[in-house]
């Protein structure tokens, strides 16, 4: 091995400009697919951050009162909801929900020094955003231990705390007065969409909540995010279903549209994912193209560097160089060639990639284009193809040189 080397290393000091042009059309190749699946990646994460809350099949499920009369019971009977709803959902529809949230609600009066206004406090779960369909602007969100300690922390819209606070918008770290009751602000949030009004709200701990201001543990709406519902006739379906087990659950009609309401925000859920796999797809497209003409364009070159070899590899074979042999030396220096070059071109791409990555989070993002840049497993893939490019531009022109007659090898 350490003689073919030498003499592929050989051949190689001997054509430096036929190895440095080659190179080039390797690396450039390399460099350009790089940037092409950074900047696709940083239009896909864009994408996603505008769109997080409609990459989530969310159902939401709110309480009414009944408007048929149905087993007995008079029209206007109150629908309420319970912790042990939610479970039984869970256990109902185990393929088709991956998440539940409940939420408890209040009317309270929420004090700040003399400022004093009404809204709702609403006691929630961990992870609840992307259902509430909310971002964190300042400071945290709910966590374990607010919930387990029964920690007296909430979060405030951004416009209740316009009203709270007048012209300090900095409400986190102040104390509120939430009924009778002292809360300690940690974070402030925005709708991510429209979602309504959420002027005067606040999200609290849901045992703390629970425990203060809603003692009967009756829930305000439940939270459904599911999985497995990839077209509108499946939604379709699951609605259905959850509106009659709904009805088993609480005694009403199914056909009674107050005594339950159902929002689904599935069309729009596959609409966004729709678009999704498309620039996804596309991004495969655009990476496919780039290797297939970056393999393409070596083999030219390597065919070309061959046949200026011809007359070399006929007199190698005339001195009893087999044909595995001058194949061998072929692939070997393609694949070299490829690798040195394809791997300076991969880590300009990379380069290029994080330098842009850190100029958009200087500027504070885009709107659409976000961190472009490249995982671990495109660089991975981007090695194998650099290698396979080698291997495949080597064999084909070698593989025809040898074929070719001695005597026209020889005279070539």
Known sequence: ????????????????????????????????LIVLLGAGNGLLKGMMANFSDATDNIYTITPGKTSMLYNGWPKNKEITFTPEDV???????????????????????????????????????????????????????????DMDSLRKVCLVSASLAKILFRDNQHPV???????????????????????????????????????????????????????NLDD????????????????????????????VKIDANYENYLNTVGILDGIYLFIIIIGLATMVSGVVGVSNIM??????????????????????????????ESVIITLIFGYVGMMAGVGVTQLLAGALGAMGGSGIFDSPTVGLDVIIAANLVMLAAGVIAGYVPAKKAVNCKLVDALAA
Request: proline share 2%.
């Open 232 to 259: 509108v006739p499946s939604n379709e379906t699951f609605e259905k279903n959850l509106r009659r087990e709904m009805a088993e659950m609480k005694d009403f009609n199914v056909n009674d549209p107050s005594a």
């Open 87 to 145: 479970v039984r959902l869970e256990k109902v529809f185990p393929q088709q929900i991956s998440h539940v949230t409940s939420t408890l609600s209040a009317a309270v009066s929420i004090t700040y020094k003399t400022v004093e206004t009404n809204g709702n406090i609403d006691g929630q779960v961990l992870n609840f955003e992307h259902t509430e369909h909310i971002k964190i602007v300042q400071g945290r969100s709910l966590n374990q231990t």
């Open 303 to 332: 065919m070309i560097t061959v046949k200026e070899r011809t007359r070399e590899l006929g007199v190698r074979k005339a001195m009893g160089a087999s044909n595995e042999h001058i194949v061998g030396l072929v692939i070997i």
């Open 1 to 32: 091995m350490r003689d073919i080397l030498a003499e592929v290393f050989t051949s190689m000091k001997s054509n430096k400009t036929r190895i440095a042009l080659t190179g080039f059309s390797i690396g450039w190749g390399i460099f350009i």
């Open 173 to 227: 770290g102040k104390q509120i007065r939430i009924g009778d009751v002292m809360f300690l602000v940690v974070g402030m949030f925005e709708p991510n969409m429209d979602v309504g009004s959420v002027v005067r709200e606040i999200h609290a701990p849901y045992t703390i909540v629970q425990q203060i201001f809603c003692q009967d543990n009756h829930l305000a709406k439940i939270n459904i995010m599911t999985q």
